[in-house]
């Protein structure tokens, strides 16, 4: 089980590209990154890029929602991107669909967020 984890800022945006599996192995990695860079304070909004995700089990659903209240707790807005249909069923199930917009790709996310 692997996951690759990029990151890139535009103006106050955070992007965060994940490929692979995110899962109970992998999300310790993801949280310490993403908090890492938020750390720095650079950025207001995250766009989390799911395009690249195979799999994710609860343990990436708990990260995304700390991700979420962090970024909303500090006024910012968090964007999911790119979601297959596993995946969007995931979310749906577990009510995540309620309080994270989902956008079709990062283009997409980021002109919602107000950087395109």
């Known amino acids: 089980m692997s996951l690759t984890v990029s990151t890139e800022v535009r ?4 992007i965060v590209r994940l490929e692979g599996e995110l899962d109970h192995h992998t999300a310790e990695q993801v949280r310490t ?3 890492g860079e938020l750390d720095r304070g650079l950025t207001h909004n995250l766009v989390m890029n799911m395009e690249g995700l195979h799999f994710m089990d609860s343990s990436g659903l708990g990260m995304i929602l700390g991700r979420y209240k962090r ?3 500090a006024g910012g807005r968090m964007t ?3 979601v297959n249909d596993q995946l969007m069923k995931l979310f749906e199930m ?10 079709p790709n990062e283009s997409v996310a980021l002109a919602e967020t107000g950087v395109a």
């Open 80 to 82: 999911l991107c790119a």
């Open 94 to 103: 577990s009510g995540l669909l309620k309080i994270v917009r989902i956008y």
């Open 11 to 14: 103006g106050d945006t955070l």
């Open 71 to 73: 970024v909303t707790g």
């Open 33 to 35: 990154t993403v908090e």
